[in-house]
Structure formats: C-alpha cells, structure tokens
C-alpha cells in the first residue's frame, strides 16, 4: 500500500455514524476508497461548491492517482491528530444516490448487530471492483449552451467544449478529456456548475453469454483403431450422457486437449463454441401461465395481495402443497406495479427447478445472484439491478444486499434452512434477519417460506399480535395427495435377526420391487464428517453429558491416541467405556458412514440398479448439480444417493421410494439445535417422495425408532414437535427465548489457545451485564483443524440484555496476535 496517502488513514470511528451534514461552512467526508486492499475510511474535504449526500459516488485524489469512492458519512470536524491542510479534496460527484437511501441504514444496522466494522459490513455487501469498473462519462447539454458560450468561460472550460462539439453525440469518458486537455478538471468543474455539460455512469452492458468449447459424442460405433486410453475417454464421455464442456471432460478422463482433438479426427466426437450445453435446459424453458390455485392457495394468496407496507407472512405448506405457485402469482402484480422482488433460496445450485419456475413464467426478467457468479458477472448483474426495471432477482443468502430498487416484496423459500446463516467470515449475519429490516426500511412484505418453519419464526409469528403479522397454511398436498407413508425400521431387532447389511429387510424388498415397477428412489445418508458420535449396537445407548443434555462428543487427537468422550459446552471429559453402561454389550457403533460406502453396499446387493451419487465430492464442478439431477430426472438411474443436498426442493414425480440409511447421524449431535435440524431434514427428505400420480413411500432406519424426532416424522406432526422441543429452550433459555453469541477463538499453540480463552471468559465475567451466561470455555468438538486448536466461549442471555452488551470486539484487543478471535452473533452451529 505504498501509494496511500498515510497521513490521511484514520481509524475506524466508534461514534456514531451521520447521515446528513451539519450545517458548518466547512465539511469533511469519510469515503471508502474502490481498493480492494485499502481497509480504512479516508476523510476529505468537500469544496464549497459541491453538494453531497451519504452513498454518493465520487472521485477523489488517492496517491497519485484519481479513483472512485463512495462517501460514507459527515464529519463536525476534521479527525483529531490529521493537520487539516493536508486533507485533499473531493475531485467531483460522480453520482448521485448511486443507492437507494435505506441501504446506508441497513448495513449499519448489519454492522452494529453483528459486531462487525461497518466497512468490513459495506464490502460483504458490495461485489469487487463495483467503483473501478464504473466509467464515468461527459455528455454536453446542447440545449442549455448559450450561443458563444466560449466568451464566457476559462481557457480550460473552452478547451473541453470545443472537444466535445467536434463529435457528433457530444459524449466522452472523463478519462479521454483529460488525456486530450491539459487542466481539463479545472474547465470540467466550470461547465458542470454551469450545467452545459452533465457527467453520468456508463449503464453496464448485458452481460453477454460466454462460449467455451464442448465435446459432443457422434460415432455410434468407434473407429477399430482406437488404443484402449482413447476408448476409455469416449467411455466417459458416454457415461457424463454423451456431451461435456472440453475443460470437464479433460479433467473427469484425465486426457489432454490435443488427445481429444485426435478423437475429433477420427470422427468420433465433434468440438464446438458453445454458450450452454444443449443437454442442460437452461435457457430452454418452456412457457408456462399461472395455474388454477387450490383453495388454500386462493387463500394465502388472497392475503398476501392485500397486504400494505411492511408485514411479515409465515407460509406453512407441507412438502408439496404448492407454496412456489404462490410466490410467483403474488410477485406477478408487482412487476405490473413497477415493483420488484427478491426471492432467497438456500443454495442455488440445489434450486434449478425453482429458478427455471420463475424463468418460466416470467423470462427475461428474472436475475440470478449468488456467489458463484464470478467478479465479473457480478458486477454486471448489480449495474444492470440498478437502472431500476422491475424484475425479480433469485439469490442465495448474500442476494439480501442487491440495490434493487423499489423492492415489492422479499421472499424466503424454505426460511428454515442453515444456509442462510453466514458461518465465517463476519459479518455474520442471517439472511432472514436482514431480510426483515431490509422489508421494514422499504416498507414492503416479507414472505417467509417452508414445510417445516425454524421455531424463530413460528415463535415470533405466535406471538405478535399486530395485523402485520400472518400465518398461512396449506395442509394439504396439491390434488389432495397423500404425504407418503412412513416405516421405521429399528435396526436394532434386524442386528438380532442376524441382518448384519445396511439395508434392513424392509428396505430392501422395496429396492426390490422399484425396479420392476419402472420408479425411482431416494438414498439418504445424513452429511458426513458430523457424526462423531457413540451408540451402542446391542440397545441403542447414547453417551451423554452428564450436565449438558447433549450426546458427548468422540475426541481422537490423532490416530493412536486414546479416544475420549467429551461435552464441548461444559467441557466434561470422560473416558469411552468398554462397555455399554445400559446393557453391558462390548459393541459400539462409532457413527459416520459415508456415501461411498453406502455406495458400495448398493452395488454389491442390487447389481442391476443404476446409481448416480449427489454428494460433495461428486458436485464439486460449476453445474454439477443440475447436471447430476437432469440425468436422474431423465431416468438414466433409478436411485439417486446423496447427503442433505439432496433434501431441498427436489420435486420430481417419478420418485416414490425414500430411504433414510441411518437417521442417528441427525439425532444425536452435540448441539441444542440437532432435533430442530434433524426433524426439518428428515421431514423434507421424506417429501421427495410420492409427488406425483404415484403414490410414495419412506423408509427410516434407525438404532432409536423411539425418538421424538422420529415418531413426530413418523406422524407428519410438526406441531406437537415444535411444542415440545419450545419448552425445552424456554427451560435452558436457548433461542427463540434466549440469544446466544458464539466467541471463536483458534491458533497453532494449543496452551495459548487456551490460556486467551481463559483470560477472554475472565474479561466477559468482568463487562458483561448480570443477566449474561458465560459458558465455557471449552473446545470445540472437533478440536483442531488445519493444524489450529479450537475453543469456544458461548454468551447466553435474554433478549432484554443484549440491548446492554458493551461492544464485544474490544475483548479483541486481549488476544495475542498468533491467536484469531471471531464472533459468530445468533450462531446457527455451536460445535
Ligand atoms: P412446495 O414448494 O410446496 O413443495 P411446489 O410448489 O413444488 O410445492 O408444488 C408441487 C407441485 O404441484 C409442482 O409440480 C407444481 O407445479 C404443482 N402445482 C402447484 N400448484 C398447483 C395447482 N394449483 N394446480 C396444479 N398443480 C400445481
Ligand atoms: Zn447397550
Ligand atoms: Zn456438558
């Protein structure tokens, strides 16, 4: 950073921020400079003759160069210890409320909510580069220009009016008119103020497809001469369905380019510039016009069209009841209006059919944001946002901050899901939390979506009793569908019935008969690398903490070390017993059994059915995902196995079998939070089944059929569950009753580590209200990773008092640098 100005860095300030300038004669802003590694504001003066506003675009001196920033906030006055002469000043106004007013507000509230310095919040929200990029342009404004309008001005001013009235449009980016005229800011300044020349922002252009090569396979049978290598690639190439992106296909048959143009010699596969694969149907969309709603559509409709300025709506639809069907007919107005809206989904690449939904029924005017855009398309895609036409933008959970204007309505799909809940780096914020401040500066509804909504939300819904508030049903699948009916299997008693594969009897007769009767089915494995922890084979036990009411954490600090059972909220250790303290049995069940394993049995058992897995490992590519479902959709194989990716939003009518491998993956985990997740996740899984005509299926296995979570899947009750699983956060004051704040703190030295975390937890008994648990320290549950050490401390307090917390980033400055230290407010994941 050796071209900033240092005389002019300050540090981020602690008073609050200003909206609006005072009225002195002389006025500082601060402005976030467009320099990706420049991470202070920088004060400037503005001239007296420029008029500004917070979130104006501008250009200012930085070094020696001229670069774009945008202007944070006012100061009263210049900040102490900075000799006011060597402030600079603003160069000129660039644009003008280049955001909508409330943006300012919302990413402050961001900031203070979620501990993080405003500009850390500013840059989470803003794509790279957005500055840099933005050209600004001189346009002459022909119709204001006196006759002789030369006499009047500066040499300068003359020398920049004549260039402009050479050409034709009278239009320039101010970067050539001060390449062609020396002094030409001086001249520039003079004719704006006159306003014969206006300067503006380059409008983006569309963003236009890119072409990459594709391999497509055309010899129906292959040349004789083929080594056994090249056949092996068109093998591949046949298996991915007989088209693939060159770069892919290179990488998944490990040969080179060259070897895949000799194929193309010998008239095997042809290679061509294509912008989509024509095997993937983005972008083949078929039309489609508003359906027929059922009654509790009608309804939930109905409501929601007649909803005025901020209101928050919970739709609470069973898996397939039609809730998609509903959003779109209640945006459709909007666009008609003028308006827009923003729909977040959990994880785009999950979501294609919700995004080709929307494509469907209103084309171009849906817009897909998320952070698997590159730089590029990102910037593109936000330019474009804001010239204000109405449209719709589909985005994961970063999408909350796009500067659409005149926003309609804010839609959550599947509000319940985790992914909308940042984990690292801060700010940490939940989508759905900045969703409803964002729909309460702009004063528009927010629509809350999901099967199996979070308890936050059903809490907060049950009890406000305001008129802005609304809870929607639809209990029904569409056509009155059945929910698919439910078999637990315990495997406990298969164990006893000398069943020793992983799939019990019932599983299997049902594999069995998928085949012959031309259907498809679900595998589900709960996400690996979680289950960490014990049960016994023999009677299902699981070691708890004796305290805690969690299931103890299993501790291996490496491969021959004793392993060890641990409770990482009160840190209460124990050694793993040699036998099960319920039933004596010497046999545990260390709990993590993997797609491919899972993979593996499947093929051994039933040979003759074809399996595509959808996990981490296999969806690794841009486009996997979608890739992978289309094959299934279009039955190259009749199960698909997978992780929780595969839970949401799937909707294809063909499935009518699901099987959950082992459901205790999901059941006991050390997080108070796991029988919320494991109720969401097994009743979405289970929703895959049965959609269409046919009538589906499920299939649960597991050590503890007993579980509540269990038998509340069992019985389709979300209501009972969410009851019963309330009181018992009332109790230990967990959220939705109580909030929580995670303190993460990690480094190389174990002690250390430990030894600060110590010190932090004495700090936070030192300044925290009465009325704030500090739990902890303790470490994390899985302790080290990448080679740091892990420990945690766990705020816990009533809503009442979080107003009170001092600002907790001051216990910052008691870590020693070797240790990082992050916040994690409302975390979603406390292990
Ligand atoms: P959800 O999002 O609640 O799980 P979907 O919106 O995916 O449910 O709807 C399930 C299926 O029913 C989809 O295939 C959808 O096209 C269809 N569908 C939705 N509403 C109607 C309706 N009113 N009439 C007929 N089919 C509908
Ligand atoms: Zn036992
Ligand atoms: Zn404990």
């Known amino acids: 950073m050796d071209n900033s100005p240092s005389c002019l860095a300050v540090a981020e300030p602690t008073a609050p921020y200003q909206f609006h300038s005072s009225s002195g004669q002389e006025r500082w802003v601060e402005v976030l400079t467009d ?54 000043d603003v160069e000129e106004a660039i644009a003008a409320q280049f955001f909508p007013s409330f943006y300012w507000q919302l990413l402050e509230r961001v900031a203070r909510h979620y501990y993080t310095p405003l500009i850390i919040a500013i840059r989470a929200a803003l794509p790279p580069g957005l500055l840099r990029k933005s050209q600004r342009r001189i346009r002459l404004n022909r119709d204001a ?26 239009d320039y980016s101010a970067q050539h008119i001060q390449r062609k005229i020396r002094g030409a800011r001086q001249g520039l300044r003079e004719l704006l103020k006159r306003g014969w020349v206006e300067s503006y922002l380059q409008p983006p252009k569309r963003p236009r497809p890119k072409q990459q090569k594709a391999v497509t396979l055309v010899a129906n049978t292959l040349p004789l001469d083929l080594t056994p290598r090249q056949r092996e690639v068109i093998e591949v190439l046949r298996r991915k369905g007989g088209e693939l992106w060159l770069s892919e296909l290179c990488k998944s048959s490990n040969a080179s380019s060259s070897a895949i143009e000799t194929l193309e010699r010998k008239g095997c596969v042809v290679i061509q510039y294509r912008e989509i694969l024509r095997l993937s149907s983005e972008g083949t969309v078929t039309e489609d016009s508003p359906k027929a709603l059922t009654s509790a559509q009608a309804q939930a409709l109905d409501c929601i069209r007649n909803l005025e300025g ?112 940042q984990q690292q780096p801060t700010p940490t ?108 084979r023999s009677c299902g036990y699981v070691i708890e ?52 394993r899972v993979a593996q049995e499947l093929a051994k058992a039933f040979p003759e059915l074809r399996c595509i897995r959808f996990d981490s490992d296999t969806t690794r590519t841009k486009g996997a995902h979608r890739r992978l479902l289309e094959r299934f959709a279009q039955g190259e194989a009749d199960i698909l196995l997978g992780t929780q990716m595969l839970t949401k939003g799937l909707d294809l009518a063909q499935v009518t079998l699901v099987g959950v491998v082992s459901a205790d993956g999901l059941l006991h985990r050390s997080d108070y939070r796991a029988t919320e997740r494991a109720f969401q996740t097994l009743t979405q899984v289970v929703g895959r089944a049965g959609r269409g005509d046919d009538p589906g299926q499920a299939i649960i296995q597991t050590y503890t059929p007993e579980h509540p979570v269990i038998q509340a899947v069992y019985r389709h009750d979300y209501h009972t569950f969410t009851e019963n699983t309330l009181k018992q956060r009332a109790e230990h004051n967990y959220p939705p009753y109580g909030r929580v704040i995670l303190l993460r703190l990690s480094g190389l030295d174990e002690g250390e580590v430990q030894a600060t975390a110590e010190i932090i937890a004495q700090a936070c008994h030192n300044i925290l209200p009465s009325g704030c648990e500090i739990l902890g320290p303790a470490p994390a549950s899985i302790m080290r990773v990448s080679r740091r050490y892990r420990w945690n401390i766990l705020l816990k307090f009533p809503p009442s008092v979080g107003e009170k917390l001092p600002d907790l980033l001051q216990l910052r400055a008691l870590c020693p640098q070797s240790i990082s230290f992050a916040l994690d407010v409302d975390p979603l994941n406390i292990e």
């Open 310 to 421: 901020f209101s928050r709506v919970l739709l609470h639809g069973v898996t397939g009841s039609g809730k998609t069907e509903v959003y779109l007919q209640a945006i459709a107005p909007l666009l008609e209006r003028g308006q827009s809206a923003l729909v977040l989904v959990p994880e785009i690449g999950l979501t294609p059919q919700l995004t080709d939904r929307f494509r469907a029924r209103f084309r171009d005017r849906v817009c897909v944001y998320h952070s698997a855009l590159s730089p590029g398309e990102r910037y593109d895609t936000w330019r474009q946002m804001l010239q204000g036409e109405p449209q719709v933008v589909i985005g994961t959970r970063s999408a909350i901050f796009v500067p659409l204007p005149n926003l309609g309505a804010i839609v959550l799909d599947e509000e319940h899901d985790s992914s909308f809940k």
């Open 429 to 536: 914020y939940h989508a759905r939390t900045v969703a409803q401040w964002r729909a309460e500066l702009e004063d528009c509804p927010l629509i809350l979506g999901s099967a199996t909504p979070s308890l936050e939300s059903w809490v907060e819904i049950q009890q406000d009793p305001s008129t802005s508030c609304h809870y929607l049903s639809l209990p029904e699948r569409i056509e009155s569908r059945p929910l698919p009916p439910i078999t637990i299997v315990d495997m406990r008693r298969e164990l006893h019935q000398g069943n020793r594969s992983i799939f019990s009897d019932a599983l299997q007769t049902a594999l069995r008969t998928l085949k012959q009767q031309g259907r498809q089915g679900i595998l589900f494995i709960p996400r690996r690398g979680y289950s960490t922890f014990v049960s016994c």
């Open 35 to 88: 320099c990706p590694s420049v991470e202070e504001l920088f004060t400037y003066r503005v001239p007296p003759d420029l008029s500004l506003q917070p979130g104006d675009i501008v250009s200012i001196p930085f070094g020696a160069q001229i670069t774009g920033g945008i202007v944070i906030r006012f100061l009263d006055s210049p900040p102490p210890g900075l000799d006011p002469q060597k402030i600079k």
């Open 145 to 170: 220009l006196p006759s002789g309008a030369e006499t009047f001005c500066s040499a300068s001013a003359q020398a920049v009016l004549r260039l402009l009235q050479q050409q034709k449009a009278g």
């Open 545 to 596: 903490c004796p305290d805690c009411d969690v299931s103890l954490s299993y501790h291996r600090v490496h491969e021959d070390a004793t392993p060890l059972l641990r409770c990482h909220y009160c840190n209460h250790t124990q050694l793993h017993p040699p036998q099960c303290p319920e039933c004596a049995s010497p046999y545990f069940k260390f709990f993590g059994s993997g797609t491919q």
